[in-house]
């Protein structure tokens, strides 16, 4: 069975940074593109980063360019760290396994993580 995990996120304070790891357990995470969203109250999803199926370093939205770092690492997970956190807001980031990137975006998308809930405090 396929699972995507991520632990990590809570409660953080603006102008710190976030770190978010994705687990994967039923996949090698090798042979997928990597794909990281979020998604705020009331509001659609939107992507942040794509690491192609090859790639270890990810692309990134325009809006996080600059403070948004996204790693495929050897041991079946991800690793989304993000600097200088901006308050007010509480977002659910999801990991996902899909089949390319299209830049920034996971394209092909097989496999969701439930995802974790981030909430910048200023």
């Known amino acids: 069975q396929v699972q995507l995990v991520e632990p990590g996120g809570g409660l953080v304070q603006s102008g710190e940074y976030l770190r978010l790891s994705c687990e994967a357990a039923g996949l090698t995470f090798g042979n997928y593109a990597i794909g990281w969203f979020r998604q705020a109250p009331g509001k659609e999803r939107e992507a942040v980063s794509c690491?192609?199926?090859?790639?270890?370093?990810a692309s990134v939205a325009a809006f996080v360019k600059g403070r948004l770092t996204c790693t495929r690492n050897v041991n079946n997970t991800a690793t989304l760290q993000m600097n200088s956190l901006k308050p007010g807001g509480t977002d659910v980031y999801h990991c996902?396994?899909?089949?390319?990137?299209?830049?920034?975006?996971?394209?092909?998308?097989?496999?969701y993580g439930q995802g974790t809930q981030v909430t910048v405090s200023s």
């Open positions: 996902a396994a899909g089949g390319a990137c299209s830049g920034s975006v996971l394209i092909e998308e097989r496999y």
């Open positions: 690491i192609d199926i090859g790639d270890r370093i």
